[in-house]
């Protein structure tokens, strides 16, 4: 029922009010589309396969949203290749829903490698330890970044983990410079 429940807001939130209509927006829609995407991000497959990570998302004032997806995908003969998923909207009423395939986009498999590379994350204690004041930005674009299967310690333990952050944390950074490689990849057609 749940992913029943999931799946129409996600339709819902991409249905658009009349066919090939476009209408303007308001802020709380865009961030009530941006909410449901979010929603079930995580739980939307590609060819039978759940994303391996995901990235969200939303601009200050609810300009715009994406929903990003990423899958590995086995191929029958054992090789791996890797799709993203790029759910959109914004304040003027567009909407879509985007593919990019490693296989016709080496940008794909850049983008990932990047993802890799990701800086770990230090917690932080109010007053003790280490002390890093700089507080998080409020304005910008909000980024929700969530990965199954990441690694941490000296046995390399697999962990799912979670990193929200503004437009100066390395997760922004990281997604900036990959959606200006994907930016030719992006077709409408879901690679097969």
Avoid at 66 to 78: K, Q
Wanted: charged residues 20%; neutral net charge; aromatic residues 8%.
């Amino acid at each position: 029922m749940r992913r029943a429940t999931l799946g129409a807001l996600l339709g819902a939130a991409l249905a658009t009010v009349s066919a090939g209509a476009v209408h303007a927006a308001s802020s709380d829609e865009v961030r009530a589309q941006a909410a449901a995407a979010r929603a079930a991000g995580r739980t939307i497959p590609h060819r039978n396969e759940r994303p391996f990570a995901t990235l969200d998302q939303v601009a200050a004032l609810g300009q715009f949203w994406t929903s990003n997806g990423f899958y590995a995908v086995r191929e029958p003969d054992g090789a791996r290749r890797w799709v993203i998923r790029r759910a959109f909207g914004d304040l003027g009423g567009n909407k879509g829903l985007v593919w990019a395939d490693s296989r016709t986009c080496p940008a794909v498999k850049t983008a990932l490698e990047a993802m890799e590379a990701l800086p770990p994350v230090r917690p932080e204690v109010p007053s003790l330890g280490v002390e890093t004041l700089k507080p998080m930005l409020i304005d910008g674009i909000f980024h929700a970044f969530w990965n199954e299967g990441a690694r941490t310690g000296a046995g390399q333990a697999a962990v799912a983990i979670t990193i929200e952050g503004n437009m100066d944390s390395p997760v922004a950074e990281w997604w900036a410079n990959a959606a200006a490689g994907l930016k030719s990849c992006w077709t409408s057609q879901e690679p097969v």
